[in-house]
């Protein structure tokens, strides 16, 4: 995988981040910077450690599953992806929450960085070293994050679906790509 494919793959990956950073920067009238430094870390750390947590469980399996890894990874990034783009068109989640209220955003974090479990597992099953890649995926989400709150502040909700639509299509493509 070229460095250019994980930068590819750590913007999808904090595409919910970027889309959950939007509607905090839209919903809370006055964000300060310390709040916008505590949601980045949220979402950057548990964006970078779930990819390693998901490279580890795939260690227990690659044995077993080592001649499908392709196919599998092409699976889970496609089932990400597909998943992206749907709820990119929920609009329930829209309201506006306490976005930096501790718990929330232990649950949000946790909720944005699901797929980078399983891109994870991916990236064991295609025999990739994981924690250069969980580097590029915790600094490109803690950057992203910041840019997302500072987009929400100033242009409102209009990128958020954008953002995940873009993501999803992003991680198919990188799982097609896997496979060809």
């Known amino acids: 995988m070229t460095q250019v494919e994980i930068i590819i793959l750590a913007l999808a990956l904090s595409a919910d981040a970027f889309a959950v950073s939007i509607s905090s920067g839209v919903c809370v009238k006055h964000v300060k910077f310390i709040q916008s430094l505590k949601m980045a870390v949220f979402f950057g750390f548990f964006q970078g450690i779930m990819p390693v947590i998901g490279w ?15 196919w599998i990874a092409l699976a889970l990034l496609a089932s990400i992806g597909m998943k992206m783009i749907i709820e990119s068109f929920d609009h329930e989640n829209e309201k506006c929450k306490d976005y930096f209220n501790t718990k929330i955003l232990f649950i949000l974090a946790l909720a944005t960085s699901i797929d980078a ?12 070293d994981i924690f250069y890649p969980a580097l590029i995926i915790t600094i490109v989400t803690f950057i992203v994050s910041l840019l997302g709150i500072f987009i929400g502040k100033r242009a409102g909700n209009i990128f958020g679906r954008k953002a995940e639509i873009a993501g999803g299509l992003i991680l198919i493509g990188i799982g097609i790509k896997l496979v060809i």
């Open 117 to 128: 479990l399983a891109a994870g597992l991916s990236l064991k099953f295609l025999e990739i």
């Open 56 to 70: 580890f469980a795939g260690t227990v399996f690659y044995e077993y599953m080592k001649h499908y890894g392709k």
